[in-house]
């Protein structure tokens, strides 16, 4: 059959901030090329034009739904270099801060996958549930989306009394509502037809393309950096990783919605043991001594990660940023082959890929 | 736009101009001239109805335009106002229950009471709309299609049966009209695609073109099983058979083929692929604007209206129900329970809505080929068994 | 026939939300309630106070002219700019210079609260900013030192039924 060359543009409701090349034989994929770029802003240049404190708003807007994983790294790099510790109770709530952000993330992804996939109703129920997570997080932090709750030192402000009752009832409501999203989305037949067996990623390929995150634990690949590379509290902290061995994006939407019950159980074991204390210290001013150093952590989508030069000044000498999704960008031309048209924004949309990230 | 002003053009525009107007008006005093023969009678009537009404309709019913006349039937009662009526209130009743199904309000503020006037609002803002053909497609082509389309929904109304007597027209054949005019539309779909020259409502039309292979054929499979038992084409005359015993009970499985056919024909969610929204944006609908996407709509909805109004006839008795209002008010009984039986059916549609996500197409022709194919096959073959044994007696069929 | 009972299974869960109650409210006619009175800072303890970060208030008995919020919110988004007020007379003010905020450019970090060291400017938990043209988005100082209207009934809060979430 002939081949014709269609360009899924950033005008299209079915693709992020970019653009994917595809050509198409009849109604088969045999070549795609993602062709990010369009939302560069050069954030990590800025940054160095900004001192400590002022970085903090500035870098959380790229992964703007999942703030407190994109600034978590930073933080711990900044008091790596700078040689202090952090009180009990500020990196109880700074977990508890990350795991509510990655519910958050999680529960955009599993909207979004739904509107691909015609199915408008699982596009309005994660996103009318995620109302009450953000309540929650409003009641922390002060701010809805982004917060600019953490800085070097510690967190700004205490929780209220009232957050543990209200985390409580939330997370009641949203286990019965996780059994709900499984009857009527997840063990549908027509998307179990539709996604098993489809944007297949063998093991050896995730292993060699360097992939990060919840695509990573659906090859069949047992890896977290919560577990392997562990960083604040979370050795403290009992939980599971689920891991799944069919490497397609059935498996891929599954491991969301185990990770979101893992999260809740870690939020209701960091608020029962939760320490008494001050919530930052009483730093005079941030001053960085010169060095380099580098930190990461998981992020919702999956590995985050900064290195840090500082030459002792008010600002940061280099910021380099590492995304999840610029990580997992790589994978596009492997997965997309043999896939119907028809399939594409769901197979890309299932190795979580936010535009906005991977182009900082 | 910068078309050379000569003298000739100008005496061309002007000859069209001059023979249009002549057209029109000798159509419109025509028609006012048989209506009306001369003014003094028309005072005579519009003074007289005012003391006593049923003089103007003893007028109406020389003229021919009387309660039991043709025009009244096509026009008004189950013709074209009923089920364009129908078609506003199940756009209104479909994104309101849709919305309460996802947790949100729908329609509120058009209207007073709920937001009842929503569709009407909606068509007041397409007239004002700018109805644009992009410049390298075929213009009168493309704007043809949606007339076309809502035509053929519009044809499919003549043979439904509403009750005893209202019907617009019986003929021995009913059945073979309706497969006749539901295999147009998928042509016409393929055309108005075609027509707009652009890449996406390319492969929308090719898909919709795809669906009409996947389903026409157990929807005549499952037909034959009905008119297999009754033995006539005439919708009328199946819905007689149908005063002891509903065609349901005794075809299950041929029912539910034609719904899951009926479903895939109106190519709604879960089969919407000519259209699919978040894929190639908006399919073949992409380039039409205005006034003939708005027509484009009301064809779906009243398609929807007739094959649903069809499902009842063929299989849920068509107008039989007990008597609920009193005694001589035969006829509205009959109105009632076919009105109630079909938006039933369409209530059914919607749910199924609600709760899917959308097929592929390889998936849609395995299941029209392999196991709707299949089930309509052991369908017929039940249907012969009945027919041939005592069973029939037993139905009353 | 299993394709049947899961079909059957996701019309049935469908279904069930159709009886619980809806989740959104009525905008204009009902209103979101916040509680507490906006964020604040203690620069004793160097730690912030639990609140909304919504709209700003200047207290002009306590501010000092001594543009420390300028400076923090010169890397941020450049939103406040020091004007001068010469009919205010304030004894800590020597120059009269007070704070002006341009609501089109600022984010509602609170970092400016934080860099207050006199406790003269605080957030609070207006919201609703909008206006037609960018001019009347310019608080000057005596605009900011109005304190915040109260929220018009009825209100509504995040209520948790038995199985569903509503606002009431």
Redesign the interface.
Known sequence: MSKLSLSVGPQHPGSGHMRIILTLSGDYIIEAIPDPGYVHRGEEKLAEYRNYIQNIPHLERPVVLDATGAIFPYVLAVEDLMNIIVPERAQFIRVIMAELNRIISHLYYMAIYGIFMGHSTMFMWPVGDREVFIDLANTIAGQRVTYAFLVPGGVRNDMPEKVKEQADKACNYFEKRLIEYEHIFMNNPLFEKRTKGVGILPKQDAIRLGVVGPTLRASGIKSDVRKDDTYSIYNQLDFEIPVSNACDSWSRAWIHMEEMRQSMSIIKQCLKRIPTGPVKLNLKQIKVPPGESYSRVEAARGSLSYYLISDGGKVPYRVRIMTPSFRNLITIPYIMKGVMLADMPPTYWGIDYWPVEADR | MSKIQTFSSFVKRLIIIIVGLLITLTLLFSLLAYFVPSVKELQDILLSSFGNPSLMLNYLDQKGLGLNSLFFKVVVFPGFTWAALIAAEIIWFERK??A??????GP?YAGKIAGLLQPIADVIKLVFKEIIAPSSSDKWFFLSIPIIITSIAAALLAVLPVSEGWIIMRSDVSVLIIFALVGFVPIAVLLGGWASNS?YPF?GALRGLHQMIAFEIPMLISTLGVVLLTGTLDLVNIVYAQSNIWFILLMPIGAFVFFTCMIIELER??F??PE??????SGYLTEYTSMAFGNLQLGVYIRFYAMAGVFTTMFLGGWYGPQILPNGFEIANQVIWFTIKTLLVMILAI??R??????????LLRMGWSSLLILSFVNLFLVILILQTELSQIFGV | MVFIIKLLSSIISGMNQVFKRRMTFRYPDQRLFIEGDGYKYDPKTGIGINGYRGRHILYLEKCTGCSLCVMMCQGISQAIEMKNLPNKQITVNKKSMFPQIDYSKCVYCGFCVDACPFEALFETNEYELVSYDRESLLFTPEQLAIPPKKRPEPTVNLKYGDSDVYHG
């Not at chain 2, 309460?100 to 309000?105: D, L, P, S």
């Not at chain 2, 699919?276 to 944006?281: L, V």
């Open positions: 229950f849709l309460k199904m996802q947790m949100r309000v509120l890449k492969i969610i879960p919407d692929l699919a929204e978040s894929e190639i944006a749910v199924l609600g709760v899917n996500p959308r097929v592929r197409i390889d998936l």
